[in-house]
Structures are given as C-alpha cells and as structure tokens.
C-alpha cells in the first residue's frame, strides 16, 4: 500500500469517527437535561486517580465521589476532582448515592467481579478496569448480571476506543498487509514494579499486584490489552495456549511472575506471542501483526507499514523532509498518520455517550469476557506448566 494511500484514507476515517451520535442518528435517551452524567471513582490509586484527570477534560462529566479503604490515596483523588466529590470508604455507600449515575471500577482485580456486580444490582452505569474479571467463575456472574441489567456495561480495554487502534484494524480487514500469519507483542519494563509501603501490614494493600490471590500479574496488568487487540483483529478466541515464567529476576518475595511468555494459538492457525519483562526495557510496547503482503507495528500512539520485498523504495515525505527515500532495507516503514485523542480519554468519552444515547459499548461485558477467559487460560498455562485448552467462550 502507498504512503499516500494511508494518508488520504486516514483522513476520511478522522471525518467519520468524529461524526457526533446524534449526527448518526441515535436517539437521546438520558435523564439529565443537560446530558451531565455524575461518576463514581471506586478505587483511587494510580490508575483511578490518573482517569480523574482525564474525567476533568471532558464536559458534562463530573466526578461526584471517590472510595477508597486507603485514606492517603482518597484525599489525594478528592483533591484532583473538579468541583466537589464526596468520599467514601466503602464503595456500598457510594452506590446508595442517587446522584451518582455510573462508577468507574479501578480496584484490585480480584475484586472487580463483586464491586461491578454491585454496582449494577444499584442501577448504575459501569466502566469496569481490566481485566474484567478474575477467574471463570467471576467471569461468568459478571456476565449473567449484565446480561440481566438495562444499564451500559463498558470494560477498560481502551484501545478499542483509540480512532488510531480502530483504523488499523479496519486496514487490516481490508486486507492491506494480506494474509494474517502471526502476531508479535511485548510491554517489556525495567523496573520492579513495586510501590513503596509505609507500614508493613499494607503491603498486600498497596503490592497487591505481586500476589497471586489478588492478582493476575504481567498477564492481566499489560499484556490484556494486547491479547485484547489480537482477539479483535482476528474476530476470534484462541483454542489453546502455551507459556511459561518465573520470579528470576527480583528476588522480593512476589509470587506473581517478573517475567512471562505466551503462545496462543487461534482456529485460523494464527499463532500470536505475548512478551512482558521487568528487567529490560528495549523496545517497551509494541504490537506487530504480520501478514503476507506487509507487517503493522503499533505502539501506544503510533503505527507504520513496512511492505513485503526488501528492496523496494519509494519517495516520500519522511520525518517531515520531502523527497526522503523510504528504503525498506533500513528497516524504515511508513507512518500511518492519523489524528486521535489519548486512549483512555477517549475511553471515558465513548463511555459518557454511550450512557447518554444507550448505545453498546465496543470494548463491552462481551469482548471483556472472552479477553479474561484468555488470561485466565495463560495463567494456568504458566502455574501449571501445560498445554492449556479453551473453556466456552461468550
């Protein structure tokens, strides 16, 4: 595909995806008049903290209370909210708040099942964190209530809701790198993950993330996204998985692995491998998919084509110099260039009109369900040390 070719369609796909939804004809079907939708924060560590921010951005979005059982971390969310918010230290009081309408679930993940199930059974609105849901059995209740619910169910795989991430895919069901042959990710870090505790009996509070009964680990906290993307571009579930880990690098005492490796294999043939380190940073994120007439590599606001055949060379504008030659055999690719708002904020506002005109979710309870039944496959692939095959998926 040509350089110019991605330009001018990237173009048109800006235009279509800014289309407002009333535009598209989707009927108002909010109770506020103003559309303001009021939101709950459950969980306000750094990533709960870190959506207020983006909360802030967005107009008619007002964060009306935070909870958390950690009383540093709520006054330091309370003091980033716009306007007032109310603070609570059990979530249950929050959700018997009529003027909160949605709640954004950012807890630790073996408790995202129980909260969002609560959440519903109370009439709000969810935006639930990935992974959705720790094991099958939360999967499942999580699913059932939802399926049971009138309210907008939304998971926190946000991606799906980058215009960058959505043009891609649809390049590439277009069929614009050809035949889909692998996929290869990584969200490689240096760093040991940990956070600092001020007394010791919070260290499962605040490290949850280093143990197994709390925690998915590497699988759930990165490399669900990209397992995420690959279900999306394939519009398939993997049948079976292979993968291995250890704790080999930081020697702390975590029982959740510092490093992990995956192969999940898809009906198609489509294998797709998944990398997380925390001793070596080179490259960080990145997503490439590979087909027969080119590969797309993706990182968390970029993408570029590199065409099959290493000769080839084009003229082209590259790193704004016109008449640079694009040289295959440099490794050099074409930028695909496209407009786009910051992924989780563009989450939070695909989530405010989905309530306001009661629209599904594209990142929704479904293609949440089958990512975790995904991780969940990876990690007793890895603790177990097997073949792991596919459960039913949604």
């Known amino acids: 595909m040509k350089r110019r070719d991605f330009i001018v369609k990237s173009s048109v796909a800006t235009a279509a995806l800014t289309t407002s ?33 983006n909360v802030n951005k967005i107009e008619n979005f007002n964060v009306s209370g935070c909870c958390d059982i950690l009383p540093f971390r709520l006054e330091n969310s309370l003091n980033v909210v716009n306007g007032k918010a109310k603070g609570y230290s059990d979530y249950r009081k929050l959700l018997d708040n009529k003027d909160i309408d949605a709640v954004l679930v950012s807890t630790p993940f073996s408790t995202h099942s129980q909260i969002a199930i ?3 059974d109370a009439g709000k609105h969810v935006y639930c ?27 926190g795989h946000q991606y799906h809701s980058s215009r960058l ?23 490689n870090r240096h760093g040991n993950w940990r956070r600092h505790v ?17 925690s998915g680990g590497l699988v759930a906290e990165l490399c669900s996204h990209q397992i995420d993307f690959a279900n999306w571009v394939l519009d398939e579930k993997p049948n079976q998985v292979m993968g291995t880990g250890g704790v080999d690098y930081w020697k702390d005492g ?31 994120y990145q997503i490439k998919v590979m087909g027969d007439k080119g590969t797309i590599i993706l990182d968390y606001a970029k993408a570029w084509f ?29 930028p695909i260039i496209l407009e786009h708002t910051e992924p989780s904020e563009q989450a939070l506002i695909d989530f405010k009109d989905s309530i306001i005109f009661n629209k599904k979710p594209i990142s929704n309870i479904i293609t949440g369900a089958n990512t975790a039944i995904c991780i969940q496959m990876g990690l007793d692939a890895m603790y177990h040390n097997k073949i792991v095959h596919s459960p039913a998926f949604y």
């Open 306 to 334: 590199y065409p099959e055949g290493g000769s080839k060379k084009e003229l082209g504008i590259v790193d704004g110099v016109s008449g640079a030659t694009v040289n295959w055999e440099k490794g050099l690719g074409f």
């Open 118 to 120: 609560d959440a519903l």
């Open 165 to 187: 991430y959505t043009h891609v895919v649809e390049l590439i069901k277009n069929g614009e790198i050809g035949k889909i042959t692998a996929f290869e990710c990584q969200w």
């Open 198 to 214: 001020s007394s010791p009996e919070l260290e499962k509070q605040i490290n949850w993330r280093m143990y197994r009964e709390f």
């Open 21 to 53: 939804a009333v535009a598209l004809g989707n009927v108002f079907n909010f109770k506020h008049a103003n559309n303001t939708v009021n939101i709950g924060i459950i969980g306000t560590g750094d990533r709960g903290t870190g959506m207020i921010y």
């Open 254 to 284: 975590r029982e959740t692995y510092d490093n992990i490796h995956l192969i999940y294999n898809y009906p198609s043939g489509v294998k797709a491998k998944f990398t997380c380190l925390t001793s070596n940073a080179k490259d960080g």
């Open 129 to 155: 964190e990935k992974t959705m849901a720790k094991g099958f059995g939360g999967i499942h209740n999580l699913v059932e209530k939802t399926n049971q619910s009138k309210t907008i169910f939304q998971t």
